[in-house]
């Protein structure tokens, strides 16, 4: 099986990862979600021979727009890297890990889609203010907010396209949102 929106294939060894962050986990004999990219069932393929990254030409307003996108993901992923290390509770450490496999997957998604050749290495930021579980729960929430944000305010300015990989992700951090609460 393979997911046409980060294009990984899902096979028994790996269907269980980032299991944390689904409120309903894969089975064995029955693959809900993207273990990579976290994306509903509609988005994966028992054709794996689907070969995904093959838009046409996107112009320079939507690369831009994807470019974006790139980046509040690595920003995000960077969070939950270090809330990961951070945090206190195994559980949450689990989990913010997991958070953080997935926004960096995000990330990949858009490189690919948007054709660029590298993931920049952004600015590590500091995150030691954040010194208790709560509130690296209370900052991963208000991230989650605003990545979903971003693909509501960019949805009616990207082609057809883009817009079924920005509901897809969009949904994945909905559900982010509520496991953070
Ligand atoms: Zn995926």
């Known amino acids: 099986m393979r997911c ?8 028994d060894k790996n269907y269980n990862m980032n299991d944390s962050t689904f409120i309903d986990k894969n089975e064995a004999d029955d693959i809900i979600r993207c273990p990579f990219c976290g ?6 393929s028992d054709d794996e021979e689907y070969i995904n990254f093959n838009l046409d030409d996107l112009d320079d307003k939507t690369r831009k727009v994807l470019d974006m996108g ?11 890297a270090e809330a990961s290390k951070q ?8 989990m913010f890990k997991d958070l953080s496999n997935i926004e960096m997957m995000h990330a990949r998604v858009h490189k690919n889609f ?12 500091d995150y030691t203010k954040h010194n208790t579980d709560e509130l690296l729960l209370m900052e991963a929430n208000k991230r989650e ?12 300015k ?9 509901k897809a992700l969009s949904d994945v951090e909905k559900e982010h949102v509520t496991i953070t609460e």
């Open 4 to 11: 046409l929106i980060c294009g990984m294939i899902i096979n």
């Open 114 to 125: 948007g054709g660029f050749e590298t993931l920049p290495s952004l600015r590590k930021m």
């Open 145 to 156: 907010k605003h990545a979903i944000a971003f693909y509501d305010r960019y949805f009616d």
């Open 87 to 94: 945090a206190k509770d195994e559980k949450l450490k689990k």
């Open 39 to 44: 994306v509903s069932k509609e988005y994966l």
């Open 70 to 80: 790139m980046k509040l993901e690595i920003f995000n992923g960077d969070f939950y």
């Open 158 to 166: 990207v082609p057809d396209s883009i817009k079924k990989i920005f």
